[in-house]
C-alpha cells in the first residue's frame, strides 16, 4: 500500500511539474515571441507608436526594466513607477503582455555616494565605481538589503498586474570575482561551514604544500592570482573561490525570487538570462527559479565552419545552450538573442541573410518555450551605439535581423496550424537519446591546470555534445545527483574530479546494462582536487579495465598516430598510454612515439553494460566519433551521420533543419514527408520544417 501511495504522489507530482510549465508556455504555442524595449530611453511620445509596431509585428511580450533602478527609486525610499505603469498599459492596449525584471544590475548613483562600500573590489583592490552594470559587491549587506528592498516594493506595486507575465531577476549573472571585506569575511564564513575544522580545511587545500598552514579561519583571505602568482596559486584554493562565487550568485537570485514569490500571481514565472556559455554563476545552484533561460550571441568575431562561417556564428552556442538549459528544469527559452552585428566582438561582418532566423529555428527545433531579442531600437548614444536591434536608428524601419524574426513569427502561425497535440517522438530517434555528465566544479579545475597550451575543456565538451547531435541523438545534460538509468547511454567528458561514490554509481549503471563513455582525464583527482596515491587516475581501474601510466602532449608541428581498426588518427593535445588488465580488451594503440604499441582505448564489460575508455583527445574527433558509432552499433541502433554544422531534430511532431556550414546539405526523407517550411535542399543559413504524412 505505501508503494502505491508513493507511485501515485510520484505520477501527480509530475503531472504537476507537466501543467505547471504549460501553464507559463502553452505546448500548442510552440515557440512565443518577445523583444526588450526601453522606455526610459525614449521620449515619451514615441512609447504608444513603438508598442503599437511591436504589437503589428507579432510579438507577444516585451521585456523591459532590468537597467532602470535609477529610474525606479529616484533616491533611498522614495519610488517612481507612474512611467512603468504607463507603459505596461500601453502594453495592454496592444495585447502585448510584460516580462519585468529586478533592476540590480545598475546600482543607481546616490547609492554609491550614501554608501561607498557596495562595489566590486578587483584582484589588485581596486574598487569598481559608478557607470557600469554588475558592479555591486553581492557579499555586501546594504546590497542585500536595498536590492530586496527595490524588488520588494515592484512585487507589490506588480504583482497582481495581470498583464505580468512572468519576472527575470538580475541580468546574465556572472558570480564576479570580488576581493573587498564583506566578501573577505563571507568567504571565511563559507569555508567555516563546509569544512567545520581549520585541519579539515589545511588537508583539504594542501596547504603543507608551501608551508601554507593556517591556525584559524580568521587568517585566511580570497586567494589572489594576480597577488601571488598566476601558475603557484593553489588550485583548490581557487576552486573554492569559484564554488564561493557562485554560491553567493546563486543565493542573490534566490533571495530576488523568494521575495518575489510574497506578492506575485502564482500564474507569474521567475527566471533568470544566464549567459550561453558562462563559466562563473552555476544555474544548477539557483534553486528558486522556475527554469533557467539564457542569452546568446552566436557571431561575434570568429571564423566559425567553412567559408562563410564568419557570417554565420559558432554553431556550439546554441547546441550547448538549448540542451543544457533544457534539461534543468524541462524548459527553457532563450531571453536574450543577437538580432545583427554587436558592438564588442573582435570584428563585427554583417550577418549572412537567413543566419538570425536559422538560429531562431535552431531554439525551436531543440524545444525553446520563446524567444526574445535584445533589442527593439538600436540605442543613440551610450556604450552600446553600435549595437543591431530590430528597428535601425530611425525607430520605425525593420533592420535585416529584424525583418527575419518578423518573417519567423509569421512562419509559427503555419507551422501551429500543424501542430499535432497526439505526436510522438519517432522510437528511432527516441532510441538514440544520450546524456552527458557536466558539472562547472570540473570546468574550473581544468582550466585552471591545463598542463598545455592546446587543452581547452569546452571545445572538449563540445566535440563529444557535436557527434552525438551528428548521430541524431537527442541530448540532457545531467548532474551527479540524478538517476543515471533513465538513459541508455551516458557520455562523460574530461571528468576530472571522482569519488567512491560517483564511481559506484557509474559500475552500477554499467553492470545494469548501461552504456558508458569516458573520455581522458577523467577520475586523475578527488573532490578537493587532489592526486590520487595511486597510478593515475587509479580510482578508475577496475571500471575502465586498466591502469593510466603516463601522459603525454604534443607540439602542433609533431603530431601523433593512433591505429585503430585499420584506420590512422592524428592527435595532439593530451594522449594516456594504459596498461589493459586484458589485452583483449583494447580497440586503440599508439603507432609511433617510444611508447609505440602501447592502448590508449579500452572497451570493458561489466555485467550487462560495457564502459569505453577514451584515453586520446585526438584533433577532429573522428576516432571519438567512431567508438561512439560503435557504442550504438552494438545496441543494434541506427544512427544518422549528419555532416559539420548541420544538425537535425524533432519537436512536437515537427522535425526541423539548420544549416551552419557553407556547403548545401540534401535532407533524406523517407518519400512520405511534407515540407512546410523550405526543401530537401537546405542552403548555408537555411531552414527546413517538415512533418511525416504516415
Avoid at 605 to 620: A, M, P, R, S
Wanted: proline share 4%; net charge neutral; charged share 20%.
Amino acid at each position: 500500500m505505501n508503494i502505491l501511495k508513493k507511485i501515485i504522489a510520484i505520477a501527480f507530482l509530475l503531472i504537476s511539474l507537466n501543467s505547471f510549465s504549460q501553464n507559463f508556455f502553452p505546448k500548442e504555442d510552440l515557440m512565443t515571441f518577445g523583444i526588450y524595449y526601453y522606455p526610459e530611453h525614449w521620449e515619451p511620445s514615441q512609447w504608444e507608436r513603438d508598442i503599437q509596431n511591436i504589437s503589428n509585428q507579432g510579438f507577444k511580450f516585451i521585456h523591459m526594466a532590468e537597467f532602470s533602478w535609477a529610474m525606479l527609486e529616484t533616491s533611498e525610499g522614495v519610488y517612481d513607477f507612474k512611467w512603468l505603469d504607463k507603459v505596461i498599459d500601453l502594453a495592454s492596449k496592444y495585447n502585448l503582455k510584460v516580462v519585468l525584471c529586478t533592476p540590480t544590475p545598475c546600482p543607481p548613483v546616490w547609492l554609491g555616494i550614501k554608501y561607498p562600500d557596495i562595489y566590486v573590489m578587483d584582484a589588485a583592490y581596486q574598487r569598481e565605481e559608478h557607470g557600469t552594470r554588475a558592479n555591486m559587491s553581492l557579499s555586501n549587506p546594504i546590497v542585500i538589503k536595498l536590492s530586496k528592498k527595490i524588488v520588494t516594493e515592484m512585487a507589490r506595486h506588480f504583482g497582481s498586474n495581470k498583464n505580468v507575465i512572468g519576472w527575470q531577476v538580475d541580468n546574465e549573472p556572472e558570480a564576479k570575482e570580488d576581493y573587498c571585506p564583506s566578501a573577505q569575511l563571507a568567504f571565511r564564513k563559507w569555508l567555516k561551514n563546509k569544512y567545520k575544522t581549520i585541519d579539515s580545511f589545511n588537508f583539504a587545500w594542501g596547504n603543507r604544500f608551501w608551508g601554507q598552514i593556517y591556525s584559524n579561519f580568521e587568517q585566511i583571505k580570497i586567494p589572489n592570482a594576480s597577488a601571488v602568482g598566476w601558475w603557484g596559486c593553489n588550485p583548490t584554493a581557487l576552486l573554492d573561490f569559484k564554488r564561493f562565487s557562485a554560491d553567493i550568485q546563486a543565493e542573490f537570485l534566490d533571495m530576488q525570487a523568494n521575495e518575489l514569490r510574497k506578492y506575485i500571481d502564482k500564474n507569474q514565472f521567475i527566471t533568470t538570462n544566464y549567459v550561453a556559455k558562462g563559466t562563473g554563476a552555476d544555474p544548477s545552484k539557483a534553486k528558486v527559479l522556475d527554469f533557467a533561460s539564457y542569452t546568446a550571441y552566436p557571431n561575434y568575431g570568429s571564423d566559425n565552419l567553412g567559408e562563410s562561417g564568419f557570417r554565420m556564428g559558432d554553431p556550439n552556442i546554441l547546441m550547448f545552450a538549448n540542451d543544457y538549459y533544457k534539461s534543468l528544469k524541462k524548459i527553457t527559452g532563450i531571453m536574450e538573442l543577437q538580432p545583427g552585428q554587436v558592438n564588442w566582438g573582435g570584428y563585427n561582418p554583417l550577418l549572412l541573410p537567413g543566419a538570425v532566423r536559422m538560429w531562431l529555428y535552431h531554439c525551436f527545433g531543440e524545444g525553446c518555450s520563446f524567444a526574445c531579442s535584445y533589442r527593439y531600437r538600436q540605442i543613440l548614444y551610450g556604450a552600446e551605439q553600435f549595437h543591431a536591434g530590430i528597428m535601425t536608428t530611425d525607430g520605425v524601419t525593420l533592420s535585416p535581423g529584424g525583418k527575419e524574426y518578423v518573417q519567423t513569427i509569421k512562419e509559427m502561425e503555419l507551422l501551429r496550424k500543424n501542430y499535432n497535440a497526439e505526436s510522438k517522438i519517432p522510437s528511432n530517434i527516441e532510441r538514440r537519446k544520450a546524456a552527458i555528465l557536466w558539472s562547472l566544479d570540473n570546468y574550473w579545475n581544468l582550466e585552471r591546470q591545463k598542463q598545455t597550451y592546446h587543452w581547452d575543456t569546452w571545445s572538449h565538451l563540445h566535440k563529444y555534445h557535436r557527434i552525438l547531435k551528428s548521430l541524431g541523438a537527442p541530448v540532457d545534460f545531467i548532474s551527479e545527483n540524478e538517476d543515471f538509468n533513465q538513459y541508455k547511454f551516458l557520455v562523460v567528458p574530461a571528468y576530472q574530479m571522482v569519488d567512491s561514490a560517483l564511481l559506484k554509481k557509474w559500475k552500477d549503471y554499467v553492470i545494469q546494462g548501461g552504456n558508458l563513455i569516458i573520455s581522458c582525464r577523467t577520475g586523475a583527482k578527488d573532490k578537493n582536487a587532489h592526486l590520487w596515491e595511486s597510478n593515475m587516475a587509479g580510482i578508475m581501474n577496475d571500471l575502465i579495465g586498466g591502469k593510466i601510466m603516463s601522459i603525454d602532449m604534443l607540439p602542433a608541428s609533431k603530431p601523433g598516430q593512433i591505429e585503430m581498426n585499420g584506420k590512422t588518427y592524428n592527435w595532439v593535445t593530451w594522449g594516456e598510454q594504459i596498461e589493459p588488465i586484458d589485452k583483449s580488451n583494447i580497440i586503440a594503440k599508439y603507432v609511433d612515439q617510444f611508447y609505440k604499441g602501447s592502448a590508449c582505448c579500452l572497451q570493458n564489460k561489466i555485467g550487462n553494460g560495457t564502459v569505453w575508455y577514451i584515453g586520446v583527445d585526438t584533433q577532429d574527433g573522428k576516432l571519438e566519433k567512431e567508438i561512439i558509432k560503435q557504442m550504438y552499433a552494438s545496441n543494434n541502433i541506427q544512427t544518422e551521420d549528419y555532416p559539420e554544422g548541420v544538425f537535425v531534430s524533432w519537436r512536437d511532431g515537427f522535425m526541423v533543419a539548420v544549416n551552419y556550414s557553407s556547403s548545401n546539405y540534401q535532407i533524406k526523407t523517407d518519400g512520405k514527408s511534407k515540407f512546410i517550411i523550405g526543401d530537401s535542399d537546405l542552403e548555408p543559413a537555411g531552414v527546413a520544417v517538415w512533418i511525416s504524412e504516415n
